[in-house]
């Protein structure tokens, strides 16, 4: 078992959105996130990761989120060995090859287009060399030729023991995937707290 | 970490970095105020002290808002937050890039604009000392001033109102070691230097409970 989430809330501020989410990520498996806008797919995203609690529910993972964390006044190559050089890998020469950023490597990014720099984003999932990928629309700005390499690499990402909860709006075609309908897991009563009550400063 | 400080180097030399900007400010300001007071070089020589500590101070001022506001607004700052690297280590890279772009430039440039100053000629080695071992309190209580404000829009106002205050005792004993009068500069120097060691010991942890809280 890579993660368990048992009876998980998720607040926005102090607005309960999300209430006892449970579901357990083995292997291989691959959870799409579907609900409605504002229903709480980036919310629980972003609990998993570990960016709305004090820790995180598990250090193999790897979060994108709706924004690229692209330095545009870097070029393409020295994005990635930033990232190498944080998460301590060696693998991006593959990772150029693997997302085919090979024309424009020595680019500066700002010059890159939104679909190029959110491919260039993603590239980062593939430095961390983590088990578990957390993405939030990882499809947005991608044509179809590039949602469809981008489903490519998160199939073998799984094949190869790695895991991914992925909200999407798309359909990704992805093997040995399963659907959690967020919008289940509304609260019936919006239950306020006090975040300094909380102790969650 | 060496990454980051490598990559946030790298950033504030490349063009909008902020790197020549700093440097600039500081000429500025220090070149401008001989026309303000006149050419009397006896009230130069006495005010060079704390004007060139007010100019490295303003000027590291300047280029606060940029240590995590940038990260923050193209999603770095969230995917640095689930890196390996614990938030408090991701401050201490930030306020070293910091210092090595704004603290040491300002640090060297004070040599010959102090000479701009008619600044007395015993104090030159004291003004660096006093500089290189003050600046580096400029930088980390200015990062914790950039972890508190990096969620809000335009917060380099708030900033500025939170800083100042918190630079004042680094200000004071670095104007006053330099001083004419002063009997033990070595003391005040020591004391710098202790603001500077307590700073880099204990706000980074303060800046990831800051940056903790205005991720969520």
Same mark, same amino acid.
């Given at each position: +078992?890579?993660?368990? &989430? /048992?009876? =998980?809330?998720?607040?926005?501020?102090?607005?309960? @959105?999300?209430?006892?989410? !449970?579901?357990?990520?083995?292997?291989?498996?691959?959870?799409?996130?579907?609900?409605?806008?504002?229903?709480?797919?980036?919310?629980?995203?972003?609990?998993?990761?570990?960016?709305?609690?004090?820790?995180?529910?598990?250090?193999?993972?790897?979060?994108?989120?709706?924004?690229?964390?692209?330095?545009?006044?870097?070029?393409?190559?020295?994005?990635?060995?930033?990232?190498?050089?944080?998460?301590?890998?060696?693998? +991006?020469?593959?990772? &150029? /090859?693997? =997302?085919?950023?090979?024309?424009?490597?020595?680019? @500066?990014?700002?010059?890159? !287009?939104?679909?190029?720099?959110?491919?260039?984003?993603?590239?980062?999932?593939?430095?961390?060399?983590?088990?578990?990928?957390?993405?939030?629309?990882?499809?947005?700005?991608?044509?179809?030729?590039?949602?469809?390499?981008?489903?490519?690499?998160?199939?073998?990402?799984?094949?190869?023991?790695?895991?991914?909860?992925?909200?999407?709006?798309?359909?990704?075609?992805?093997?040995?995937?399963?659907?959690?309908?967020?919008?289940?897991?509304?609260?019936?009563?919006?239950?306020?707290?006090?975040?300094?009550?909380?102790?969650?400063? | 970490?060496?990454?980051?400080?490598?990559?946030?180097?790298?950033?504030?030399?490349?063009?909008?970095?902020?790197?020549?900007?700093?440097?600039?400010?500081?000429?500025?300001?220090?070149?401008?105020?001989?026309?303000?007071?006149?050419?009397?070089?006896?009230?130069?020589?006495?005010?060079?002290?704390?004007?060139?500590?007010?100019?490295?101070?303003?000027?590291?001022?300047?280029?606060?808002?940029?240590?995590?506001?940038?990260?923050?607004?193209?999603?770095?700052?969230?995917?640095?937050?689930?890196?390996?690297?614990?938030?408090?280590?991701?401050?201490?890279?930030?306020?070293?890039?910091?210092?090595?772009?704004?603290?040491?430039?300002?640090?060297?440039?004070?040599?010959?604009?102090?000479?701009?100053?008619?600044?007395?000629?015993?104090?030159?080695?004291?003004?660096?000392?006093?500089?290189?071992?003050?600046?580096?309190?400029?930088?980390?209580?200015?990062?914790?001033?950039?972890?508190?404000?990096?969620?809000?829009?335009?917060?380099?106002?708030?900033?500025?109102?939170?800083?100042?205050?918190?630079?004042?005792?680094?200000?004071?004993?670095?104007?006053?070691?330099?001083?004419?009068?002063?009997?033990?500069?070595?003391?005040?120097?020591?004391?710098?230097?202790?603001?500077?060691?307590?700073?880099?010991?204990?706000?980074?942890?303060?800046?990831?409970?800051?940056?903790?809280?205005?991720?969520?």
């Amino acid at each position: +078992m890579l993660l368990k &989430i /048992k009876n =998980l809330d998720c607040r926005r501020g102090n607005k309960l @959105i999300i209430a006892n989410v !449970s579901f357990n990520l083995k292997s291989g498996e691959c959870l799409i996130l579907k609900g409605p806008n504002g229903s709480g797919k980036t919310t629980l995203l972003r609990y998993i990761a570990g960016l709305s609690t004090n820790n995180l529910l598990n250090d193999n993972i790897a979060y994108s989120g709706h924004l690229d964390g692209v330095k545009s006044t870097l070029t393409v190559q020295e994005n990635l060995k930033f990232w190498s050089g944080i998460y301590n890998t060696n693998n +991006m020469t593959n990772v &150029i /090859k693997t =997302l085919k950023l090979n024309d424009f490597q020595n680019r @500066i990014a700002g010059e890159l !287009s939104a679909g190029q720099k959110r491919r260039l984003g993603l590239a980062r999932m593939l430095i961390t060399n983590a088990k578990i990928w957390l993405m939030d629309e990882p499809t947005v700005s991608l044509d179809k030729t590039t949602t469809t390499l981008i489903s490519e690499i998160i199939t073998q990402h799984c094949k190869e023991g790695g895991a991914a909860i992925i909200s999407t709006h798309v359909n990704l075609n992805l093997p040995s995937s399963k659907v959690l309908d967020i919008s289940e897991f509304k609260p019936e009563i919006d239950k306020e707290f006090d975040p300094f009550l909380e102790g969650i400063f | 970490m060496w990454s980051l400080i490598l990559r946030d180097i790298r950033l504030a030399l490349r063009s909008g970095g902020g790197f020549v900007l700093t440097l600039a400010f500081f000429l500025i300001v220090i070149m401008i105020v001989p026309f303000g007071v006149g050419a009397d070089l006896g009230l130069l020589s006495r005010i060079a002290p704390g004007i060139l500590w007010i100019g490295a101070l303003l000027s590291c001022l300047l280029s606060l808002d940029r240590i995590f506001q940038l990260d923050w607004e193209d999603g770095t700052l969230e995917a640095l937050a689930t890196s390996p690297i614990p938030l408090s280590g991701i401050a201490t890279a930030k306020a070293t890039a910091h210092w090595l772009t704004t603290g040491l430039p300002i640090t060297l440039a004070s040599l010959p604009l102090g000479y701009l100053l008619n600044l007395n000629h015993n104090s030159y080695f004291l003004l660096l000392t006093s500089l290189a071992i003050g600046t580096p309190a400029l930088s980390f209580i200015g990062t914790f001033g950039a972890a508190l404000t990096v969620g809000v829009k335009r917060g380099g106002l708030l900033l500025s109102l939170l800083i100042l205050p918190l630079y004042i005792p680094t200000l004071m004993l670095g104007a006053q070691s330099m001083s004419v009068g002063t009997n033990n500069p070595i003391e005040l120097l020591a004391l710098i230097a202790a603001i500077s060691f307590m700073c880099i010991a204990l706000l980074p942890f303060a800046c990831a409970i800051a940056l903790r809280a205005n991720l969520k």
